[in-house]
């Protein structure tokens, strides 16, 4: 895939993966547009990334997704790439306890409503330019859930299945349909320090960048690619390991 010459909107791009990819698209010679909803993170993203354009959305909003998408095509209507990268992720108490239903809402808006309604959006957009993409973030976790977080593993799932028939659905228009799937990956997803025993960010984003320049189409990285590639077989010993009884 051209990693040149792009204007390309990331999702949650001020922090953790999506800035890592932000870097390496504006280092490349990329337009790069960011959005996320903690002002001060996008600030911190302009001053080291002084190209990189920041909006301030919330995509758990409809209202914020249409302003976004109205947004980008009215002042960047070249726009070529977009990249579904924002996420959440809770650990609610067991099932048979308690529950803050609006935490799983919140993570099936943030992690499945949010980027299918952007894909719908610009679609139309993207398949009016000569080469254009759609990357969706999932997660080695949509193939094999940890149990203690079951709704952020279902909607990696969901988005997965989802970028499966929109790659089809579009097989013979410019947009190519990529799906990254991170393993764990050092940041601070969930919380500070959840994630400090993942593989290093830089490492993932280095690999990602590759196989985005090889013109992958869908990859992981140690964990999540062999959970990708897996068996039915292989994927429960995934599961009793990841989830002792
Ligand atoms: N790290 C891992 O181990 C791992 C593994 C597999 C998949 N992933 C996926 O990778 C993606 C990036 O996560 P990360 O690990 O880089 O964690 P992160 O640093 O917490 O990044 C998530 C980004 O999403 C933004 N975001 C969350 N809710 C949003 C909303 N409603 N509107 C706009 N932006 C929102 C956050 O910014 P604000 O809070 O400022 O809005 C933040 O910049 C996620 O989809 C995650 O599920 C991560």
Known sequence: ???RNRTVLITGGATGIGLALAKRFALSGNKVIICGRREERLEAARREL???ITIHADIASEDDRLRLFQTVVSNHPEI???VNNAGIQNRPPPVNEPQDFKAYQREITTNLEAPVHLSLLFVKHLTQKHDAAIMNITSGLAFSPLAF????CATKAALHSFTLSLRHQLRDTSVRVVEI???KVQTDLGGVGLHDDGVPLEDFADHAWRQLSLGSEEFGFGFSER???ASREVLDQVFATLNPK
Do not use: A, C, E, Q
């Not at 977080?149 to 952020?152: A, L, N």
């Open 50 to 52: 002084p190209s990189v």
């Open 1 to 3: 895939m051209n990693l």
């Open 80 to 82: 070529d790439v977009l």
């Open 227 to 229: 959970n990708r590639l």
């Open 181 to 183: 799937i991170p393993p």
């Open 149 to 152: 977080m079951p709704m952020y």
